[in-house]
């Protein structure tokens, strides 16, 4: 698959959308998904983690043209696969962990992180199952 092997946006970056345009268009196509995990950032004088409405508005300025609220059952995985969008995600409710080229992250309720389109991983859920926002990007071209 031509997408796949994106690097990813980093947490804090000055402008996260610029930095991921700039990657799609000139960067090799085999890069390591593995420092797609982040923990949730805050902007420039922002005190607390990421709400629902920022999120949403922040994922229409950067070109997510989906928003899907989904829940995972409490010990529950999803196995390995990539998808053909970039996602950025929402926690909720509850924790996650991605598992992505040997290495996991946890995130929790207020976290966000971003995976760009082709990255292997796999979704596993703790005891109290997990509850998501999750933007998707579809690009135009490869």
């Known amino acids: 698959m031509g997408n796949r092997g994106k690097p990813p946006v980093r947490a804090g970056a000055d402008d996260p959308d610029a930095y991921l345009a700039a990657c799609h268009a000139s960067l090799p196509r085999r890069a390591s998904c593995s420092t797609i995990l982040m923990l949730s950032y805050l902007k420039q ?18 070109g997510y043209s989906e928003v899907i609220d989904r829940r995972m059952e409490a010990n ?13 995600l929402l926690v909720l409710e509850g924790a996650m962990t991605i ?12 976290d966000t992180f971003s995976m760009p389109a082709g990255c292997r ?3 596993q859920c703790g ?3 997990v509850r998501y926002l999750a933007g998707r990007r579809y690009p135009t071209s490869r």
């Open 45 to 62: 004088g922002q005190e607390t983690a990421m709400n629902q409405t920022e999120f949403e508005t922040e994922l229409g300025e950067q």
């Open 76 to 88: 529950s995985l999803n196995p390995e696969h990539a998808h053909d969008f970039d996602a950025r």
């Open 99 to 110: 598992i992505s080229e040997g290495q996991e992250r946890m995130y929790r309720a207020g």
């Open 121 to 123: 991983h796999a979704e």
């Open 127 to 129: 005891p109290e199952g």
